[in-house]
């Protein structure tokens, strides 16, 4: 698929068909997830394949009771990684391992696509309680919850405001 069809193409997929998604695909997006640029290359994000059942309806609970974290079949857990970033600073801490596993998910949401598959980016969610059914240590923040499966919903292409509107040059 080409690359501009792959982007133009992936939505959000929030209802899933019930079949499995295979090892073998969730680890090669993951793969391609960390090809995505970090800073310093530290590559300061975890990534956390939830199939279990209990895990993935705690998840839910986490955030705030979305039904399609329990029912997707894979749930890929997206983190910030604060001790690899450590170098950094402050700021590493604050911004850069969170912008380091955001280019991840991107990289994986889009290969995804590319296989026919669909998942959604969960950020609402309660940050505390996900780190707790994950039983992450307290270096490592849950960031995005990643709900994957093979979509039983066609996905709705949002409109989006026009570049014009957007885009800035030499300054504001």
Same mark, same amino acid.
Request: aromatic residues 8%.
């Given at each position: 698929?080409?690359?501009?069809? @792959? ?42 394949? =939830? ?6 309806? $705690? ?7 979305? $039904? ?7 749930? =890929?857990?997206? @983190? ?16 850069? @391992? ?22 959604? +980016? ?44 957007? =885009?800035?040059?030499?300054? +504001?």
């Amino acid at each position: 698929m080409d690359v501009v069809e @792959c982007i133009e193409g992936r939505t959000s997929i929030r209802v899933f068909k019930p079949d499995p998604v295979g090892d073998d695909v969730v680890d090669e997006g993951l793969r391609l997830a960390n090809l995505a640029p970090s800073a310093g290359n530290l590559q300061a994000r975890d990534f956390i394949v =939830v199939r279990d059942a209990a895990t993935k309806k $705690e998840l839910m609970h986490a955030a705030f009771q979305q $039904e399609f974290v329990r029912t997707a079949p894979v749930v =890929v857990v997206f @983190c910030a990684n604060l001790e690899r970033i450590g170098h950094y600073g402050q700021r590493g801490k604050e911004l850069y @391992c969170i912008q380091d596993a955001a280019a991840a998910l991107q990289n994986f949401s889009l290969f995804l696509h590319s296989r026919g598959l669909g998942s959604v +980016w969960v950020g609402a969610f309660d940050e505390a309680r996900a780190a707790d059914a994950l039983r992450t240590p307290p270096h490592v923040r849950p960031v995005a919850i990643v709900p994957v499966g093979y979509p039983a919903e066609k996905g709705v292409r949002r409109k989006r405001m026009p570049s014009g509107e957007l =885009v800035h040059r030499d300054g +504001w």
